[in-house]
DNA sequence: ATAAGTGTAACAAGGATAGTTACAGAACGT
DNA sequence: ACGTTCTGTAACTATCCTTGTTACACTTAT
């Protein structure tokens, strides 16, 4: 099943940025991604664990950000979500015996490093003010 | 369940090229993948669509290259086996009463094709031949 | 004719993601 | 003190994706 975290934590990140004034509750928050609470909460657990929000508990609890969203960069979302790999190594180890299977797993270790590098750089020219702006707008990242 | 049918790719077409005297069996490739041959069959079955490999039915059938291996790039095979989507959008679509659930759809599709683009882009810089060599040495991908 | 292959369908197994309910505990107002 | 409104989290289910496996029709060389 397609992993849409990233997406739906850059959803929660900007509502949260647009209510800065106050804490947001969860159930605000799923209305407006189209999910459950819970699935919310997991997220925003997520998001806690990368320092990039805080949440209370209890009556007129909820959640803010940590910081502006111009300090908040989008590799620290991805990060916080995803496990960084844009394609995965051999589910079983290769064949020792022959030459390729021995030296394979190296070579694709390294390359999958290089690629999700390039990855995490682009991900990095963006903030979460980037972002804002262009939903405010109602446009699109320009490339 | 993770995808590896890249590195199956590159890990079977790395075989290939150092057979490119004969036709290979998938049981042979399987070996070396340590897998079933019915899962490198349908690899090959992607890898000839892409136009990268050739297979021939009945006895001393098996499969080769089209190409040289410089002339087989990693974002071809990339393409071959992948839907090409480092993170994914939403699953549901967003509150459309929501000023953000409105408009973060196409902000987050075209930060999508843009993340897409920058691994396209590295995995353009790499040749099968250039895996090969690196099999051959034994040694890793540079960075 | 036989043996050795591919191509492909059908099904099972395993794992990841998301959806759902339920409930303990925290915080605030009265 | 008590009830209300939240979060945090466990437990369970549903669904989908990938892989593994068996089976078999069809193809090709000897």
Redesign the interface.
């Known amino acids: 099943m ?3 975290q ?3 934590a ?2 929660v990140l ?2 949260l940025a ?1 209510n800065c004034d106050g804490r947001v509750k969860s159930g605000y928050l799923a ?5 459950n609470a819970v699935v919310i909460r997991r997220l925003l657990c997520d998001l806690h664990e990368a320092g990039l929000v805080v949440s209370r508990t209890g009556y007129s609890g909820g959640t803010c950000l940590t910081k502006d969203p111009e300090e908040i960069n ?1 590799l620290d979302v ?1 990060r916080a979500v ?1 496990h960084g ?11 020792q015996d ?7 797993e ?6 999958q ?3 999700d590098s ?2 995490e ?3 990095g020219t ?1 903030t979460l003010d980037d ?1 804002i702006t ?3 707008k ?4 320009p ?1």
Do not use: W
């Not at 790999?85 to 064949?95: I, W």
């Open positions: 397609a992993n849409s990233f997406a739906m850059v959803h900007t509502m647009r209305k407006s991604v189209n999910t989008l991805y995803s790999e844009v394609f995965s190594l051999h589910r079983q180890k290769p064949d022959c030459p390729v299977g021995r030296n394979i190296s070579v694709l270790c390294n390359l490093k290089e690629i390039a990855v750089e682009r991900l963006y972002i262009l939903v405010n109602g446009r699109e990242v490339v």
